[in-house]
């Protein structure tokens, strides 16, 4: 248990559906991440948030969008995938440096998503 | 940029083996280094750290050295057992924040 909750644990989804990913972090953390995870190959920096704010966006398809209500709840919210965008989709947070944090702080990360797309 | 090269797997080892997955990084300043392990069907932990040169982290039987002169943080296990099967991250993060993940590491190990 790392204190980053994801829902669901697994999602099935055509393609013209619309369907949102949920991350909760109990730590107390600013920042929260999400990475793309596919087989056989790296792991991907989706978007960054730091105090709600959206600092990076890694050229990802506007057929997904972040939303960072306050600092404890990130979503992603897909709509219009492609079977391509079928992985792994992992949230994190950590304490962000910017903001009084140390850069030896870790990332903390939730169970994942495991996403589906027919 | 700043980047992160481990060792390519997959690695296989009999139990009671010794371990190790090497890891070397470009980085400008002075970075914190990490290895993360995903277990499966799980996200990554923290598996130790080091924050500055020649600092050690351990943690369960696994241990890394911070080298600087070699930009290096190579993991070893003296006697890896069959749950210690999991991928293998190696990471840093700089003093702007910002964190570099390697490609991970595949470590089966049989009875």
């Known amino acids: 248990e790392t204190g980053v909750t994801q829902t669901p644990r697994h999602l099935v989804m055509g393609m013209t559906n619309k369907k949102s990913l949920k991350c909760e972090q109990h730590?107390?953390?600013?920042?929260m991440y999400w990475y793309k995870q596919s087989a056989k190959k790296p792991l991907e920096l989706m978007f960054v948030y730091s105090l709600e704010e959206r600092v990076e966006n890694n050229s990802v398809p506007s057929r997904f969008s972040p939303e960072c209500p306050n600092s404890s709840h990130l979503f992603l919210h897909l709509h219009t995938l492609q079977p391509e965008d079928s992985a792994l989709y992992l949230c994190?947070?950590?304490?962000?440096?910017?903001?009084?944090?140390?850069?030896?702080?870790?990332?903390?990360f939730g169970p994942g998503t495991r996403l589906t797309v027919l | 940029g700043d980047s992160v090269t481990q060792m390519e797997g997959p690695v296989t080892l009999s139990e009671e083996a010794f371990l190790t997955i090497n890891c070397t990084y470009t980085a400008t300043g002075y970075p914190s280094l990490f290895w993360y392990v995903q277990y499966p069907g799980e996200g990554l932990q923290l598996l130790l750290k080091a924050t500055k040169a020649d600092d050690k982290g351990s943690n369960k039987g696994f241990e890394a050295t911070y080298r600087k002169e070699t930009t290096s943080f190579h993991l070893e296990k003296g006697s890896v057992q069959v749950s210690d099967s999991a991928v293998y991250f190696c990471a840093l993060n700089t003093n702007a924040g910002k964190s570099t993940f390697g490609d991970g590491t595949t470590l089966t190990v049989k009875p």
């Open positions: 994190a947070s950590s304490q962000d440096t910017a903001s009084g944090g140390r850069p030896y702080n870790e990332q903390f």
């Open positions: 730590l107390g953390h600013n920042a």
